[in-house]
């Protein structure tokens, strides 16, 4: 995400960092505690088992 990239202040590089970690990373990668799915499938199996209930 970040080669090639400059930066003008630190403040921009930390926002930039912020954002992709928040809006793409976090979003796509598996997590051991939602018994590695990711968000949006946990989101979904919640939603899904919840009204089948």
Do not use: D, G, W
């Amino acid at each position: 995400m970040v080669n090639h990239t400059y930066f003008t202040t630190r403040a921009a590089a930390r926002l930039a960092t912020f954002e992709y970690i928040e809006s793409c990373y976090n979003r796509q990668r598996k997590h051991s505690v939602l018994n590695y799915r990711t968000p949006s499938q946990q989101e979904s199996y919640f939603y899904t088992s919840s009204m089948a209930a």
